[in-house]
């Protein structure tokens, strides 16, 4: 079983940056993401990555913007976000235990933490 918990989130103006961490905690997960829900509509992917250096795919609104990296002493994934806007306001969830075909589908998707909330002022 794989437990996980992010924190980091807050509220920033557009433009800003914030960097989400995520611990794990109990079993290993080999691939790890995030995804986040804008405020009244579903799951989006953000990024999926395979540790220890494996592949790493970003979702289009992500890519050149956000960064995943790991600290694997700390067993902590980080995500760091760059030139935020409004469309980035989302409650963002730490992922693990993947099990599917499509690391930007939430279905394969096991493990998920509480969420911890970004919130991007223009």
């Not at 992010?6 to 940056?17: D, I, L, R």
């Not at 790890?32 to 829900?37: E, L, P």
């Not at 989302?90 to 394969?108: I, M, N, T």
């Amino acid at each position: 079983q794989v437990y996980l918990v992010e924190s980091g989130g807050g509220s920033v103006q557009a433009g800003g940056s914030l960097r989400l961490s995520c611990t794990a905690s109990g079993g290993y997960s080999n691939y790890m993401g995030w995804f986040r829900q804008p405020p009244g509509k579903g799951l989006e992917g953000v990024v999926g990555f395979q540790r220890g250096g494996g592949g790493t795919w970003y979702a289009d609104s992500a890519k050149g913007r956000f960064t995943i990296s790991e600290d694997n002493h700390k067993r902590t994934v980080y995500l760091q976000m760059n030139s935020l806007n409004s469309e980035d306001t989302a409650k963002y969830f730490c992922v693990g235990d993947f099990r599917g075909s499509k690391l930007l589908d939430p279905e394969g998707w096991k493990a998920w933490g509480p969420g911890t909330q970004v919130t991007v002022s223009s």
